[in-house]
């Protein structure tokens, strides 16, 4: 399992996960193939997709939210600070998200 979760989290190739942790590719694949139909099973009774009036109020929410219409929701916003390069292109960079940082 170790493997497969390795994979999934890195990308990583068959070969590489499999020399590893010491096991062939084949068994890599197969671990790989396993985990994730148990995941899939998981994630299905602990996640879904609102429906009817749900997706209405959702949609509602996030427009008030943030001003957007005509979204179901997000998975992730995260910012990440980039400083502005000191470069001649520079007066062309701009980070939105600096108030309250």
Do not use: R
Not at 6 to 18: C, D, E, P, R
Not at 35 to 57: A, H
Not at 76 to 83: E, K
């Amino acid at each position: 399992m170790s493997c497969a979760i390795y994979k999934l989290a890195h990308g990583a190739n068959f070969l590489i996960s499999s020399k590893l942790f010491a096991i062939g590719k084949s068994t890599t694949t197969l671990v790989l193939h396993e985990v994730v139909d148990v995941m899939n099973v998981i994630f299905k009774k602990l996640l879904s997709w609102p429906n009817g009036v749900e997706i209405q109020v959702f949609m509602e929410d996030f427009k008030q939210f943030c001003g957007l219409p005509n979204v179901q929701g997000a998975i992730d916003g995260t910012h990440i600070i980039i400083f502005k390069p000191l470069t001649p292109f520079s007066k062309d960079y701009v980070y939105h998200k600096t108030k309250g940082i």
